[in-house]
């Protein structure tokens, strides 16, 4: 039987680029919403937001976007 991996990044032909999935504002999961190169010293990203496809936009920490299951 044949496997199939990710497709190689062709920005630094080192990474694949591997699929990410999100959840929309109904809170239904969209598969596939970005694909991001593996090589962190490459950034290469491709996404979909509402319709739009955008590359190479940049990449930041979701460090502050963490949210309290508490509220006060």
């Not at 062709?10 to 504002?25: I, Q």
Request: aromatic share 10%; glycine share 10%; hydrophobic share 25%.
């Amino acid at each position: 039987m044949e496997q199939f991996g990710f497709p190689k990044c062709r920005k630094c032909d080192k990474g694949d680029l591997v699929p990410l999935s999100d959840f929309g504002s109904q809170g239904s999961s969209i598969h596939y919403k970005a694909w991001v190169c593996t090589n962190p010293d490459c950034g290469y990203n491709l996404k979909i937001r509402n319709g739009d496809v955008y590359i190479n936009e940049p990449i930041m920490s979701g460090v502050n976007n963490i949210r309290s299951r508490h509220s006060t």
